[in-house]
């Protein structure tokens, strides 16, 4: 029997009982359907964060109380012990670092309400911004202008505002000049960010940014602030200008030599490295319970083989009589089983897709399909046919063709 034979009566064995072979591809299609989907969600959730989320740019730093990517309890408790940034603080990283080309400082904590005369908008972001934020952040604006530092002595309640505020508020008329209210108090608008867009479902574009002296003193100055830096190069640039940022700190914050510091400095290098190693755990573990599908899939194939092989029996001794050796036989029926659980790993390679495609069309997650999740799904799915096909398959194999042509159902 030649290889597409034996292929087509795999085939032929799956069309004839659909039930049964619907069933038997189950626990396949569903782990190969599990490797899929987890596979496209961290690759598209990957990309998704490195380009909206963590997007600064290679040569920017953060320095803040707590980290702003916590993967533990205790982390978080720790961090909440710590003593608050003030604005002391950046002002002595801002005279002190060489290396940095510019520095500023942001408070982004707080969500409140917007009104425009009878209109309301809730859970708007309120940023308090140096005005070097919105270069270090790269922030464009469509019109008017960015908080400058007369705004920031002056405490003045002028505002930049998002599209979001925008399309509520003014959505037929220039919003530049108007006065809106932020929790409570006045602002006049300078300026209109450019659309951002939204992360994971959440619009990146409800915001209000205000001097940071000025939410000082609305919000209250018991608030730690974050201090950005953007240095004058990459590589040991940043890396000078992120040690002479936290020299300033530690001294000022009293840490004691071989102590850890009393605070976070980050890069966007290292948030993506925490978000890996995040990623990477929930996929080996994702993995994990789709390999139990398969085995459960794997075991299902073996048995309904062994049914395969008692009901051929006689088909085994009349080819074994007519010259047919141990090892075609063998062949022929690794071959079925792994041509059964490659159908099943098709299906799971589509029932995949479509499902991540349907959650990312649903609820926007990103995903984002890899050629070679595709092809390993395949090699997976086909490796457990043949490896659980071994048994029934040596059975076969082994059948005294005289017994076998006397055998009855």
Known sequence: ??????????????????????????????????????????????????????????????????????????????????????????????????????????????????????????????????????????????????????????????????????????????????EIRVEGEVYRVIGVGKKQGTTLGQSRDNYVAIPITTYLKQFGSHTS??????????????????????????????????????????????????????????FIAMIAIAAISLVVGGIVIMNIMLVSVTERTREIGIRKAMGARRQDVLLQFLIESGTMALVGGLLGVLFGIVFAKGITAVIGMPSEIKLWAVAAGLLVSASVGVFFGVYPARRAAMLDPIAALRFEL
């Open 225 to 282: 602030i974050r201090v950005s830096g953007k240095a004058a190069g990459v590589g040991t640039e940043l890396d000078a200008a992120i040690d002479e940022a936290r020299a300033v700190l530690r001294a000022r914050r009293h840490d004691l030599p071989g102590r850890p510091d009393s605070f976070s400095a980050e890069t966007n290098a290292s948030f993506l490295s925490i978000w890996s190693n995040l990623s990477g755990t929930f």
């Open 1 to 178: 029997m030649t290889t597409i034979e034996a292929i087509r009566i795999a085939l032929l064995s799956l069309w004839a009982n659909k039930l049964r072979s619907a069933l038997t591809l189950l626990g396949v299609v569903i782990g190969v359907a599990a490797v899929i989907a987890v596979v496209t969600f961290v690759n598209g959730i990957n990309g998704y964060v490195a380009e909206k989320i963590f997007n600064l740019g290679a040569d920017v730093f953060i320095i803040s109380k707590v980290t702003p990517v916590v993967t533990n309890v205790d982390q978080l408790l720790d961090g909440l012990k710590r003593k608050d940034l003030t604005m002391e603080d950046y002002q002595a990283v801002r005279e002190s670092c060489k290396h940095c080309a510019t520095i500023g400082a942001s408070i982004t904590n707080t969500t409140g309400h917007v009104r425009y005369e009878e209109q309301a908008l809730s859970d708007t972001w309120i940023r308090g911004w140096t005005p070097a934020m919105a270069s270090i952040l790269d922030v464009d604006l469509t019109a008017g202008r960015m908080v400058n530092e007369n705004d920031e002595e002056n405490r003045s309640q002028v505002g930049v505002i998002g599209t979001d505020v925008v399309d509520t508020f003014f959505p037929t008329v220039d919003p530049l000049g108007k």
